[in-house]
């Protein structure tokens, strides 16, 4: 059995207390881990919160890891998983390829280093279709708003606030990544395969290319 990464299994609460000198920075068993940042101002309020998933923590199950792992829950503004303890957060060392699955959520997330619009970027995906040709993920973004100033001195600004962002959806192939197609055209392209025959699953099964059902559908045809 593998070392769960971080501090994820049993009797970890004491090895967090071991310091390093900087008080965001923790160090247990040769691992380094790093607590989560806070709002330093109490007169910061930020209306909602950065989590896609609710801010509760939830079991979670890595394929040949210890069983005993930490409650997590996907600060998705951070793109950080998240673990508690005591009164402190911490964010999960991004250890590559490492999927970690939500049962509860029915979600899997994926900790990659992939290339999209000439820029390298190590986060977490969402795994929609998991193939060795062509795998579809979801990107789940948070962005953290400025309130709106108050026109008049009987009123107050409005706080800063989360807003989720509109998930982009990725298509890889051998580590590379592609923008989900817009269209017939655009997919015949990416997927490498005969026009006239995709048009008609499209059209025979309603692909519309915006839903995500839909989406995993032309990943399941395209993959045969």
């Known amino acids: 059995m593998k070392k769960i990464f971080l501090i994820l299994f049993c009797g970890a609460v004491s090895a967090v207390n071991a310091q390093m000198g900087n008080e965001n920075v923790s160090y247990s068993n040769g691992i380094f881990y790093t607590r989560a940042n806070r709002p330093t101002n109490k007169e910061n309020v930020i209306d909602g919160n950065p ?11 890595i394929h040949g890891y210890n069983k005993n792992i930490q409650d997590l829950r996907y600060n ?10 005591g009164e402190d957060l911490y964010y999960v060392n991004k250890t590559n ?4 699955q939500f049962p509860a959520l029915n979600k899997i ?14 986060g977490y995906l ?3 279709a998991d193939n060795p040709k062509f795998s579809l993920y979801k990107r789940e973004r948070v962005e953290l708003l400025k309130g709106e100033k108050s ?7 409005a706080n800063d606030y989360y807003a989720k962002d509109k998930d982009l959806y990725l298509v890889a192939r051998d580590k590379t ?3 989900f197609p817009k269209n017939i055209n655009d997919a015949a392209g990416i997927f490498s395969v005969d026009k006239k025959e995709l048009e008609n699953f499209v059209k ?21």
């Open 151 to 157: 026109p008049n001195a009987f009123t107050k600004d």
């Open 51 to 61: 989590y896609i998933n609710g801010d509760k923590f939830n079991k979670v199950v």
């Open 97 to 100: 390829d490492i999927k970690i």
């Open 126 to 128: 969402v795994v929609l």
């Open 76 to 85: 998705a503004y951070e793109d950080e998983m998240e673990f508690k303890m």
């Open 177 to 179: 990544f592609y923008k």
């Open 109 to 122: 997330y994926e900790s990659l280093t992939y290339t999209y619009d000439g820029k390298t970027k190590a």
């Open 204 to 224: 025979s099964n309603k692909i519309n290319f915006g839903k995500e059902p839909d989406m995993i559908k032309l990943m399941e045809f395209v993959n045969k």
